[in-house]
């Protein structure tokens, strides 16, 4: 919400449809942070039964048919973003709408470098497979443990895209990598 202090218009793509992460995220996340300020309004969400980016183009060729004041399109992930990127670009109204992903795919990471897309998570895969293995030994020790169990994802956006350190880039949990982009 920092990118746009006095509120925005928002559409969501939503999906896969009954994904538990997608209702997390959307009902847990999305719903109460624009609950919490009227200055922020989603448009519409459009349910997609895949997360593809051929849902993320389509979906978002019927919200730009349907809004003419879209400042932002906020996805589940980032193919539904890079979908939306597609369309918008099609449109010529990619410089007036700004895409957010989630999910830290490198295709992602790139739409970021390339200033395609503002904003995606990463869930660091060896980071949970770690913590997986962690507890567990525990369980099998008998020890006790959590019953849930979370890993905060790492925000990435324009501003940290090339500097944040990850394993699932190369390197080791010790020392990994950054994001290499294309050139």
Known sequence: MEDFPNGANVVYL?????AAHADI?????????????????ILHKFESKTDTAADGLANTEDALTKFDNIDAIACTNDDLALGAIRALEAAGRL???KVYGNSGLTSGMQAI???K???TNLKSQPLIAVEAVKLGIKVLNGEPYEKKNFLDPISVNPNNVLTVRDAVFGGTLENPSTFQPKK
């Open 14 to 18: 939503y999906g896969p449809v009954g």
């Open 25 to 41: 995220q959307y009902n847990q996340g999305v719903v109460p942070t624009f609950a919490a300020d009227p200055k922020y309004k």
């Open 95 to 97: 410089d007036k709408v």
């Open 113 to 115: 470098v390339d200033g």
């Open 117 to 119: 897309m503002f904003f």
